[in-house]
């Protein structure tokens, strides 16, 4: 294959002050209305909290392709290129090989129909179809909406917790927080001052009660106050302590029994600067509490190696429901696929 050195001139780093502006246009139809995205609140707000892992993995990527000759060698070196990024090495494999296969069946003309093949197979690999909580929640036929919130120690649950009640509160929804993190005395202070600066009401007992007591009180003051929504906050735990992971198991009993059904959300917590580590602990709290329904995926901005999120999704099959980037109430968004990919891409 030819290489053709002009099809990369639409790169900045590489364009001279006169050179003319060209836009390439795609040869699929997965991104024909990506622009139309821009405005897209998730792809708005977002922009700026990756943006030490878009420019990074962004530059690396244009900068890869444009040194590198479409050869059998390339796809080596594209692998080594996503194990740097975290893909982690099931998905890199995955990912070249599908690619490789491709170009062994001279099913691409030049490199960027090899660019765009590799921004298109990213986007099947996290795009789910899930339902648009704004829609969702318009119909809630059974109250409260429990969620349940779980991961290790440190990874900010408390936090999002207060971002992930506010969310709701911004969208109609009346909601309570409760404080079933009671081996932390300053885990209770924390989603006190938050439900007071936050103005949601937040159920707790004092220091050292038995978790499994608060949330059962908690959702009997839900039901009691009509409350749309139920936020549940439990303690750290590490992946590998049985004792701590039976507890959380007891937890979700205790809400089947109460409400005769699991928690309509159980939400893992992860720390993206973490990288695979993230992958361990998915892995074994998805074998102890298999109902996990989605991700919530922190300190994004923090990393320059976002392929932790589609080795995550891949691997597990769990989508990436919220990205909670910073300390601001307000830093907390749904997860759009299609914003993502053009973020990382742009």
């Known amino acids: 294959m030819k290489k053709n050195n002009s099809l990369f001139s639409w790169f ?8 003319s502006k060209k836009q390439l ?23 700026q909290k990756i943006e030490n892992t878009k420019n990074h993995f962004s530059f690396k990527i244009h900068q890869f392709f444009f040194k590198n000759k479409i050869d059998d060698n390339f796809f080596k070196k594209l692998e080594e290129k996503l194990l740097i990024f975290d893909f982690g090495v099931h998905t890199s494999k995955e990912i070249v090989n599908y690619l490789f296969k491709k170009y062994k069946n001279n099913q691409f003309k030049d490199e960027k129909d090899v660019y765009y093949e590799l921004k298109n197979y990213l986007f099947s690999i996290i795009n789910f179809d899930n339902i648009n909580q704004k829609q969702f929640l318009k119909n809630i036929y059974k109250k409260p909406y429990i969620i349940l919130l779980i991961g290790v120690n440190g990874v900010g649950k408390t936090t999002i917790a207060a971002k992930l009640a506010n969310f709701y509160k911004k969208l109609g929804k009346s909601v309570v927080l409760s404080a079933s993190d009671t081996f932390r005395f300053a885990a209770i202070e924390q989603i006190k001052l938050w439900g007071n600066k936050i103005s949601i009401p937040v159920f707790t007992k004092k220091y050292g009660t038995d978790p499994s007591s608060v949330i059962f009180d908690s959702i ?22 049985i004792n701590l992971i039976k507890e959380l198991q007891k937890n979700i009993q205790v809400i089947n029994k109460k409400v005769c059904s699991n928690p309509n959300e159980i939400l893992l917590v992860l720390d993206a600067c973490n990288g695979q580590n993230s992958i361990i602990q998915t892995k074994l709290f998805s074998e102890k509490i298999n109902k996990i329904t989605g ?13 932790i999120i589609f080795s995550i999704v891949r691997n597990f099959s769990i989508p990436i429901q919220y990205i909670g980037n910073g300390e601001k109430i307000q830093d907390f968004y749904e997860f759009n696929a299609k914003s993502f990919i053009k973020n990382m891409f742009s």
């Open 25 to 47: 246009k795609e040869n699929t139809q997965l991104y024909n209305n990506e622009n139309n995205i821009k405005n897209n609140s998730f792809f708005s707000k977002i922009k």
């Open 295 to 307: 991700i919530v995926l922190t300190k994004l901005d923090g990393t320059a190696k976002g392929g």
């Open 220 to 241: 009997e003051f839900s039901i009691l106050n009509n409350s749309d929504v139920l936020i549940i906050d439990t303690a750290g735990r590490l992946h590998n302590k």
């Open 12 to 19: 900045n780093i590489f364009k001279k002050k006169n050179s």
